[in-house]
């Protein structure tokens, strides 16, 4: 599955729009977790527990979309983005979206980046 955050995929043309497509994660880090990044946030820097978290959140939240995609019957995902927000005091939300295409390679565009 190709995933761009741009509208086009240089050396292929969209045939088919099959529409919007998301993948979407919760998240709360346990009371260890929160007590342990708290301590560290006394002293400053990066806080490796929510950094750790945060990354693992937004891979599940792309393969969430990449299986959404493919569910329904797309070979790429254009126009990708992640947005994220807080629920509580406690919860992050993460979604991946984009807009879910059937793409071809494109011969009078020249060859398909790798």
């Known amino acids: 599955m190709i995933v761009a955050t741009t509208p086009y995929l240089a050396g292929y043309r969209v045939t088919e729009v099959k529409g919007q497509v998301f993948g979407l994660v919760v998240r709360s880090r346990g009371f260890a977790g ?26 599940q939240a792309l393969d969430r979309m990449v299986q959404n995609a493919t569910v ?18 406690t919860m992050s939300e993460i979604v991946a979206y984009g807009t879910a295409v059937v793409v071809m390679p494109d011969a009078s565009a020249g060859q398909p980046a790798e």
């Open 72 to 89: 329904m019957g797309a070979n790429a995902v254009i126009s990708m983005r992640f947005d994220s927000s807080e629920i509580g005091n």
């Open 34 to 59: 929160n007590f342990a990044a708290g301590l560290r946030s006394l002293v400053g820097g990066e806080i490796h527990e929510y950094t750790e978290l945060l990354e693992d959140t937004r891979r």
